[in-house]
Nanobody, 120 residues
Framework: QVHLVESGGGLVQAGGSLRLSCAAS????????MGWFRQAPGKEREFVAK????????YYADSVKGRFTISRDNAKNTVYLQMNSLKPEDTAVYYC?????????????WGQGTQVTVSS
């Protein structure tokens, strides 16, 4: 069982930056692949970024590549999402997730989400 708590969301102007954090409980954090997803009003939840557990390989959605950076600190049981050059279309609730598989998130543990609002 993994309990995830996101923080760091807020209101920012277009072009600004935010850093989201996701703190995980438990002593097995380092064994999980971690991901960030987002859901805008009226839309389905979509993949944003993910990071592997051992090799720390990172993957990004095309829409955020070059602007967002995912990282993890296994000593702090925390995964981060640094978001730069934010756009109004980045407005969404952002969720972090922990999965035993890098290619499937259907059985992942999910946080409660944090709201990110980008004003134009």
């Amino acid at each position: 069982q993994v309990h995830l708590v996101e923080s760091g969301g807020g209101l920012v102007q277009a072009g600004g930056s935010l850093r989201l954090s996701c703190a995980a409980s438990g002593r097995t954090f380092s064994t999980y692949h971690m991901g960030w997803f987002r859901q805008a009003p009226g839309k389905e939840r979509e993949f944003v970024a993910k990071i592997g557990n051992i090799y720390i390989t990172t993957y990004y959605a095309d829409s955020v590549k070059g602007r967002f950076t995912i990282s993890r600190d296994n000593a702090k049981n925390t995964v981060y999402l640094q978001m730069n050059s934010l756009k109004p279309e980045d407005t969404a609730v952002y969720y972090c997730a922990a999965s035993g598989r890098l290619d499937s998130w259907s059985s992942a543990y999910w946080g409660q989400g944090t709201q990110v609002t980008v004003s134009s």
